[in-house]
């Protein structure tokens, strides 16, 4: 497992990062943005991931309650729809 080193450019992920590490970039992003709403196409371009992995990611955080996946398909904080 390769994790994000100091060097890496922020926001980019390599195909060895785990799930788990991915996500918490991922929940840190959406602390840190208030408001930000992605589609999973936006996300992906992001954080340089794949359909599949950032599918996964986003939708182990919408399981978890952090996200919420609106009527057209954008992700956002849970919080962000009250």
Same mark, same amino acid.
């Given at each position: @497992?390769?994790?994000?080193? &100091?060097?890496?450019?922020?926001? %980019? !992920? $390599? ?6 590490? %991915? &996500? =918490? #970039?991922v929940?840190?992003? !959406? #602390? =840190? @943005?208030?408001?930000? /709403? +992605? /589609? ?8 340089? +991931? ?5 599918? =996964? %990611?986003?939708?182990? +955080? %919408? &399981?978890?309650? !952090? ?7 954008? !992700?956002?904080?849970? $919080?962000?729809?009250?």
């Amino acid at each position: @497992m390769q994790l994000l080193s &100091a060097s890496t450019p922020a926001g %980019v !992920f $390599t195909q060895t990062d785990n799930h788990s590490n %991915v &996500a =918490e #970039r991922v929940r840190g992003e !959406f #602390r =840190e @943005m208030p408001g930000l /709403t +992605l /589609t999973l196409a936006q996300a992906g371009k992001l954080w340089s +991931l794949d359909a599949d992995t950032c599918s =996964e %990611v986003l939708s182990h +955080l %919408v &399981a978890a309650g !952090f996200l919420s996946r609106r009527s057209d398909g954008s !992700f956002c904080r849970a $919080t962000a729809l009250n």
